[in-house]
């Protein structure tokens, strides 16, 4: 199992990102996905999740209004739009997948590698 997740970037606040979460080696379909951030010198945290159809969805509240979780079973990909991001949002980004989708990491099963988000305020 794969996941690479991408397109991370320099921005500065209020601007836009989407991050893209390829996977490969398993059965994207029936696997529930998430995102998850980790700042420097803090601990994991939970970002949002979407399940196996996309027919769900839940967000952290501090990104709730801003990001969309959305995903294309067809393209294997999960995304994450991020708009009128802050400074507080700069954090490496993780992309999860597991039998369902859930908030606490430890019950997903494979991880993605990160993509690097930093907001300049």
């Known amino acids: 199992v794969q996941l690479q997740a991408c397109g991370g970037g320099l921005v500065q606040a209020g601007d836009s990102l989407r991050l893209s979460c390829a996977a490969s080696?398993?059965?994207?379909?029936?696997?529930?996905m998430g995102w998850f951030r980790q700042a420097s010198g803090k601990e994991r945290e939970f970002v949002a999740f979407i399940t196996r159809s996309g027919s769900s969805t839940d967000y952290a509240d501090s990104v709730k209004g801003r990001f969309t979780i959305s995903r294309d079973n067809a393209k294997r990909t999960m995304y994450l739009q991020m708009n009128s991001l802050k400074f507080e949002d700069t954090a490496v980004y993780y992309c999860?997948?597991?039998?369902?989708?859930?908030?606490?990491?430890?019950?997903?099963?494979?991880w993605g590698q990160g993509t690097q988000v930093t907001v300049s305020s």
């Open positions: 080696g398993l059965i994207f379909g029936g696997t529930g």
């Open positions: 999860a997948a597991g039998p369902r989708a859930y908030t606490n990491g430890p019950d997903y099963h494979y």
